[in-house]
């Protein structure tokens, strides 16, 4: 038998043709003289009929048939009758007659069924990630992620870009996260470094006057994992010569709405608002910030410098925050309600959580009696606060008020049903920090990465106040979850020199790390700029998933191993003398 059609494609068109199907065995029902068979393939299913007045060898096989059984079904197309049509798929309106049956390969009991939505540990799912892939909402999972690919490829092929390759095995240099590491069995005692991204290679690629570089890349990074992050993930990596920042976000957002018109049919509206970094701070205490709903932060800090609620006054008076969110028509909350909030707060790392209910003619609260009349409503004016509104603060440091609201602010928003999950709310964050001050290594570090330029006006800024200085650096966040970053960077000697010393490298250490792309830097650098979206995170958006590895082929687990091959796995010890490496004995 030769197949002639996929399962799912077979439609009224196709009745009375002779076909030749091939796929697994979703379901068998045997009604006496007739076996029925859902047939399956990566297309849909289709019905098979097997009567035994048309076939009878081919029906004494199908008896023997069971779930996951691969087969191959020779028959004719026919029309279903009326009260049997199945609206529920695609096939639904026709069936077809095996005329001869060819059992390809049984199959064991699977450990599970074959089926959407399905409710079983994820730790048996990817035991046996085979199966799992041949449920069909990870198989359309995965359709939906190859579409995307070639929407970014076809996007960009048109816009003049070369896809161009990066080394997998490189140098290690210091870039943020952990490296894993490589033993160079050839040169003893030396690792290459798997690529956290190819952020060096493009910019010597833009030296190399290609002008227009993309990737869709393999990006590795040993650091711990959670629901969005694996340790080997794919990237959209692109690089631009001759542009400003404009044109990069011109340029992604075109590409994003065409990715999303077509995996989706969806129209993404182009341009995308921006938000600064302190805008996005201050108005939901992150720079991923879900902006498909209100509940925006209120800085109160300076109306409480003088109040006797100590909490607030010793906040303020030692540079910190205090900010609220107005829960708007949430003042009908139960006392229970309002304490799991404080609750929260409190997980989140808050010391506790104010609050306050406005009445039509009063406040209750059990802050109240430390505010004077006046102050009391210069707050609830700030708060814009109404009869019926619920308005609760948090006093800290900056870090830990910003974060605590913002966690609390998507509690809320989810526990009032703010949220539309049909909507796809673009923002772009610009005018990030340059500079971040370590408190561990007691240095000042990139943000981003030491390759990224300040706005050029900061520049005079860099030695004296680093923490004032701006960078031409900006992020596409989408319903609060960060799709990718990117920004202009240094092409001049000198600036690059200037970043390095606030960043505390020796001119040694420099060349040690980056000696190469210094050195390229000398032959005549165009300007240039890019960006990386994490290829997986979209896909998550495209497919509905809540789970980076409902959208990746063979993921691994959170401690990073992968329970269908057993890797990370030990090896031979000849293989670890070749390489010149000891298991220390503690390990062993």
Same mark, same amino acid.
């Given at each position: 038998?030769?197949?002639?059609?996929?399962?799912?494609?077979?439609?009224?068109?196709?009745?009375?043709?002779?076909?030749?199907?091939?796929?697994?065995?979703?379901?068998?029902?045997?009604?006496?003289?007739?076996?029925?068979?859902?047939?399956?393939?990566?297309?849909?299913?289709?019905?098979?009929?097997?009567?035994?007045?048309?076939?009878?060898?081919?029906?004494?096989?199908?008896?023997?048939?069971?779930?996951?059984?691969?087969?191959?079904?020779?028959?004719?197309?026919?029309?279903?009758?009326?009260?049997?049509?199945?609206?529920?798929?695609?096939?639904?309106?026709?069936?077809?007659?095996?005329?001869?049956?060819?059992?390809?390969?049984?199959?064991?009991?699977?450990?599970?069924?074959?089926?959407?939505?399905?409710?079983?540990?994820?730790?048996?799912?990817?035991?046996?990630?085979?199966?799992?892939?041949?449920?069909?909402?990870?198989?359309?999972? #995965?359709?939906?992620?190859?579409?995307?690919? %070639?929407?970014?490829? =076809?996007?960009?092929?048109? !816009?003049?870009? /070369? @896809?161009?390759?990066?080394?997998?095995?490189?140098?290690?240099?210091?870039?943020?996260?952990?490296?894993?590491?490589?033993?160079?069995?050839?040169?003893?005692?030396?690792?290459?470094?798997?690529?956290?991204?190819?952020?060096?290679?493009?910019?010597?690629?833009?030296?190399?006057?290609?002008?227009?570089?993309?990737?869709?890349?393999?990006?590795?990074?040993?650091?711990?994992?959670?629901?969005?992050?694996?340790?080997?993930?794919?990237?959209?990596?692109?690089?631009?010569?001759?542009?400003?920042?404009?044109?990069?976000?011109?340029?992604?957002?075109?590409?994003?709405?065409?990715?999303?018109?077509?995996?989706?049919?969806?129209?993404?509206?182009?341009?995308?608002?921006? #938000?600064?970094?302190?805008?996005?701070?201050? %108005?939901?205490?992150? =720079?991923?910030?879900?902006? !498909?709903?209100? /509940? @925006?932060?209120?800085?109160?800090?300076?109306?409480?410098?003088?109040?006797?609620?100590?909490?607030?006054?010793?906040?303020?008076?030692?540079?910190?925050?205090?900010?609220?969110?107005?829960?708007?028509?949430?003042?009908?909350?139960?006392?229970?309600?309002?304490?799991?909030?404080?609750?929260?707060?409190?997980?989140?790392?808050?010391?506790?959580?104010?609050?306050?209910?406005?009445?039509?003619?009063?406040?209750?609260?059990?802050?109240?009696?430390?505010?004077?009349?006046?102050?009391?409503?210069?707050?609830?004016?700030?708060?814009?606060?109404?009869?019926?509104?619920?308005?609760?603060?948090?006093?800290?440091?900056?870090?830990?008020?910003?974060?605590?609201?913002?966690? #609390?602010?998507?509690?809320?928003?989810?526990?009032?049903?703010?949220? =539309?999950?049909?909507?796809?709310?673009?923002?772009?964050?610009?005018?990030?920090?340059?500079?971040?001050?370590?408190?561990?290594?007691?240095?000042?570090?990139?943000?981003?990465?030491?390759?990224?330029?300040?706005?050029?006006?900061?520049?005079?800024?860099?030695?004296?106040?680093?923490?004032?200085?701006?960078?031409?650096?900006?992020?596409?966040?989408?319903?609060?979850?960060?799709?990718?970053?990117?920004?202009?960077?240094?092409?001049?000697?000198?600036?690059?020199?200037?970043?390095?010393?606030?960043?505390?490298?020796?001119?040694?250490?420099?060349?040690?790390?980056?000696?190469?792309?210094?050195?390229?830097?000398?032959?005549?650098?165009?300007?240039?700029?890019?960006?990386?979206?994490?290829?997986?995170?979209?896909?998550?958006?495209?497919?509905?998933?809540?789970?980076?590895?409902?959208?990746?082929?063979?993921?691994?687990?959170?401690?990073?191993?992968?329970?269908?091959?057993?890797?990370?796995?030990?090896?031979?010890?000849?293989?670890?003398?070749?390489?010149?490496?000891?298991?220390?004995?503690?390990?062993?």
């Amino acid at each position: 038998m030769k197949r002639t059609h996929m399962c799912g494609d077979l439609r009224p068109q196709h009745i009375e043709s002779k076909v030749v199907l091939m796929g697994w065995v979703q379901k068998r029902r045997d009604l006496g003289g007739v076996i029925f068979v859902d047939l399956r393939d990566r297309s849909g299913l289709v019905q098979i009929v097997f009567d035994k007045d048309i076939n009878e060898r081919a029906f004494t096989l199908a008896d023997k048939l069971r779930s996951e059984f691969v087969i191959a079904v020779d028959g004719i197309v026919k029309k279903r009758p009326q009260e049997n049509i199945n609206p529920k798929i695609k096939t639904g309106d026709i069936e077809v007659f095996a005329h001869d049956l060819l059992i390809l390969n049984p199959s064991k009991t699977p450990p599970f069924s074959i089926e959407e939505n399905l409710k079983v540990d994820e730790g048996i799912r990817l035991k046996y990630r085979y199966l799992d892939l041949r449920r069909p909402d990870m198989q359309r999972n #995965l359709i939906i992620r190859s579409m995307a690919t %070639k929407a970014v490829r =076809d996007f960009l092929y048109n !816009r003049g870009f /070369l @896809e161009i390759e990066t080394p997998m095995l490189t140098k290690s240099t210091p870039e943020g996260a952990r490296d894993y590491l490589v033993p160079s069995r050839l040169n003893p005692g030396k690792f290459y470094a798997l690529p956290q991204s190819p952020q060096l290679f493009k910019q010597i690629l833009m030296v190399a006057g290609m002008e227009r570089y993309f990737q869709i890349v393999r990006c590795f990074r040993d650091e711990d994992l959670r629901a969005d992050r694996q340790p080997e993930f794919t990237q959209i990596d692109l690089e631009m010569s001759f542009v400003d920042i404009d044109d990069v976000i011109k340029l992604n957002e075109e590409m994003i709405s065409y990715v999303f018109n077509q995996t989706l049919g969806v129209e993404i509206k182009t341009p995308f608002p921006r #938000l600064t970094y302190s805008e996005a701070i201050e %108005k939901y205490g992150t =720079d991923k910030p879900d902006t !498909r709903f209100g /509940l @925006e932060l209120v800085d109160v800090t300076d109306l409480v410098l003088k109040c006797e609620f100590k909490v607030f006054r010793t906040a303020a008076e030692k540079g910190g925050l205090v900010k609220g969110i107005n829960a708007k028509g949430c003042g009908s909350f139960s006392r229970r309600e309002i304490d799991s909030l404080v609750d929260l707060a409190k997980e989140f790392g808050a010391k506790g959580l104010a609050w306050v209910v406005v009445e039509d003619e009063s406040i209750r609260s059990p802050i109240e009696k430390f505010f004077s009349q006046k102050e009391m409503a210069d707050l609830i004016e700030r708060m814009n606060g109404q009869p019926g509104d619920l308005l609760l603060f948090v006093a800290d440091n900056p870090k830990v008020t910003n974060f605590v609201l913002n966690q #609390l602010r998507q509690k809320l928003a989810l526990k009032l049903g703010l949220i =539309d999950a049909k909507k796809f709310n673009f923002v772009w964050i610009v005018e990030f920090p340059l500079l971040e001050y370590d408190e561990e290594e007691r240095r000042y570090v990139a943000m981003h990465h030491p390759f990224t330029s300040p706005v050029e006006e900061d520049i005079p800024l860099m030695e004296e106040q680093p923490l004032k200085v701006r960078a031409k650096a900006y992020d596409l966040v989408l319903n609060g979850v960060e799709l990718g970053g990117g920004s202009i960077r240094i092409h001049s000697e000198d600036l690059q020199e200037k970043m390095f010393n606030v960043l505390g490298f020796s001119k040694e250490k420099a060349k040690e790390k980056f000696g190469f792309l210094l050195e390229a830097f000398e032959y005549g650098t165009p300007p240039h700029g890019g960006i990386a979206f994490g290829l997986d995170r979209i896909v998550m958006f495209l497919t509905g998933s809540e789970n980076i590895r409902d959208v990746i082929a063979f993921p691994k687990t959170q401690n990073a191993t992968c329970l269908m091959t057993q890797a990370p796995s030990e090896v031979e010890p000849k293989q670890l003398e070749e390489l010149s490496i000891k298991i220390h004995e503690n390990l062993k």
